[in-house]
């Protein structure tokens, strides 16, 4: 299963409850980190195909602008 941004979101919703309601929460730091990395490295690959497909669109419609 490939993560969603909601899935993260969601995993580190519940990891965040699960650290503060407990006194070796602490210990589940490197968890939360991680999935903060995996959430920003989603994120950002979602806005660069994005700026992608915008690009590609422009592209394309200023090569049909230009053979009109």
Known sequence: MTPTVENLNECLDTLAAIMTSRADGDRLVPLYRRLERELEKLSSDQDVMTAALARA???R???AAQSA
């Open 57 to 59: 669109r422009q592209s």
């Open 61 to 63: 419609d200023q090569r």
